[in-house]
């Protein structure tokens, strides 16, 4: 049984990556999808497999609202999936094409990123009322990304999570010139966190004075972190003249490989010539938490028992426990009830 969450939306790529008339193909938690975009902008997710030969769509190209196969110009609706035109037939045939479809799933694009919506291997024709809302990030309203990537890690989804959310790693992963060159003196930490939907947050806290480059966002400068189910974690910084937000989703590719999107939006209008800086940085960041994924790997491949401690850990046991209650409920047909409770957390790093 797959260990992959499904009915949830999931970052296919950033908006800027799909021009006008591309398709891309992707494989999302072992599905073959493909993405494109029209030439009137909208965007939308098929099944990435012609059902007459077999051939990835993602070959072929966009002709006003279909999608045509590259071996015989088999044409798919993009909105439905239904076969629209089989350029062999003649007026003598007498197949029924409307009969012939590759699955469409949801796509929505928002705030920069193109999401897809991910159903049960066993559910049907989706309801869009039925559908979820798609994370969205509060207070940004239609703004995109100053910057956004997107790094491979070649190790199962929950590793790079619960990696994501773990606070005791910094001062021996994130180490660089610009950053810091190793571990230094430790502090205790001491943070609330509170259960949201699906998830849970670090209550938010105003920054310390020594916190000097927050004050680009002015005074006050307040952070709240979320994390929700599946995989998005959203860091926002709020000032009284300025806001920033960290925001990343992870994307299952199948059991052992996942998309780790991460994206930076910022009100500072002056902070646009030293973009290419802050997307190197950026990369290079997101690289070393890569790096020693793949490391991890080396000791994985013998299925070692893992362990977690409180309270460096707490958020990570969460995550599991969080996943643990939305397949029981689903597999009960009940409503989910979050096992997460308000509790002050601490640790040294």
């Known amino acids: 049984m797959s260990s992959l969450l499904r009915d949830f939306w999931y970052v296919a790529t950033p908006s800027h990556k799909l021009k006008p008339g591309q398709l891309i193909g ?30 990835p769509l993602h070959h072929g190209w966009i002709e ?20 629209s035109e089989i350029p062999s037939l003649t007026e003598h045939d007498t197949l029924d094409i409307g009969r012939i479809g590759v699955r469409s799933y949801p796509c929505r ?31 940004f309203g239609k703004m995109t990304p100053k910057i956004a990537e997107t790094l491979v890690f ?16 910094g001062p021996y992963v994130h180490t660089s010139w610009w950053w810091r060159s190793g571990p230094r003196k430790f502090r205790v930490k001491e943070k609330t966190y509170e259960p949201v939907p699906m998830g849970f947050r670090l209550a938010p806290y ?67 010539p030293v973009t290419p800086l802050l997307r190197y940085l950026s990369i290079r960041f997101l690289d070393q938490d890569r790096d020693v994924v793949i490391k991890q ?35 009960e047909n009940r409503e989910f009830v979050n096992p997460v409770q308000t509790r002050v957390l601490r640790w040294r790093s």
């Not at 928002?110 to 509060?138: M, R």
């Not at 707490?314 to 689903?330: C, G, H, M, P, V």
């Open 26 to 55: 992707k494989k999302m938690l072992g599905e073959p999808i493909l993405v494109g975009r029209r030439a009137d902008g909208e965007v939308f997710a098929l099944r990435d497999i012609c059902p007459h030969r077999g051939i």
């Open 64 to 83: 006003g609202d279909g999608v045509c196969c590259c071996y015989h110009g088999w044409k798919f609706n993009t909105g439905d999936g239904k076969c």
């Open 109 to 139: 694009e928002i705030q920069g990123h193109i999401w897809v919506f991910i159903p049960s291997e066993t559910k049907g024709e989706i309801n869009p009322e039925n559908l979820p809302p798609v994370p969205t990030i509060p207070d």
């Open 154 to 169: 070649n190790c199962h989804i929950d590793h790079a999570v619960i990696g994501l959310m773990d606070p005791a790693h």
């Open 206 to 272: 105003e920054m310390p004075v020594s916190a000097k480059p927050y004050k680009l966002l002015g005074n006050q400068v307040s952070i709240e972190i979320v994390f929700q189910l599946p995989s998005v974690r959203t860091e926002i910084l709020r000032g009284d003249r300025h806001q920033a937000c960290a925001f990343t989703a992870i994307t299952p590719i199948d059991e052992n490989q996942c998309e780790v999107h991460q994206s930076l939006y910022y009100t500072i209008p002056w902070l646009a």
């Open 297 to 331: 790997q080396e000791g994985l491949s013998y299925d070692p028992a893992l362990m977690l401690i409180d309270d460096a850990d707490t958020q990570a046991k969460w995550y599991f426990r969080l996943k643990q209650e939305y397949e029981r409920s689903r597999a």
